[in-house]
């Protein structure tokens, strides 16, 4: 089992950067991806960034590419999500998850475990 526990959501201006953090704990933490995804309100979960957890191979979403970067500590069990030039279409839930699978993807139904969610608010 993984325990995945995200912070660094805020209240920030357009044009701000943040970064978000997701410290991973278990009593055999071993994933193969780890991912964030955001849920706006009213709208469904969408990938933004995952990271091969052995390699570092980062991918993103197009509207991540060139704004947003993800990196991991692996010392640290803890994967973060570095966000620059924020625009308020990026409010939302941001949530960290794991899937124990070397496959990459996209789907969130593909990804075993969760963290409880953190918020960003951009204001304009």
């Known amino acids: 089992q993984v325990q995945l526990v995200e912070s660094g959501g805020d209240l920030v201006q357009a044009g701000d950067s943040l970064t978000l953090s997701c410290a991973a704990s278990?009593?055999?933490?071993?994933?193969?991806?780890m991912a964030w995804f955001r849920q706006a309100f009213g709208t469904e979960r969408e990938f933004v960034a995952g990271i091969r957890w052995q390699s570092g191979t980062p991918y993103y979403t197009n509207s991540a590419k060139g704004r947003f970067a993800i990196s991991r500590d692996t010392a640290k069990n803890t994967v973060f999500l570095h966000l620059n030039s924020l625009k308020p279409e990026d409010t939302a839930d941001y949530y960290c998850?794991?899937?124990?699978?070397?496959?990459?993807?996209?789907?969130?139904?593909?990804?075993?475990?969760w963290g409880q969610g953190t918020h960003i608010t951009v204001s304009s």
């Open positions: 278990g009593s055999s933490f071993s994933v193969g991806v």
């Open positions: 998850a794991a899937d124990r699978g070397v496959v990459f993807s996209t789907r969130a139904t593909d990804y075993d475990y």
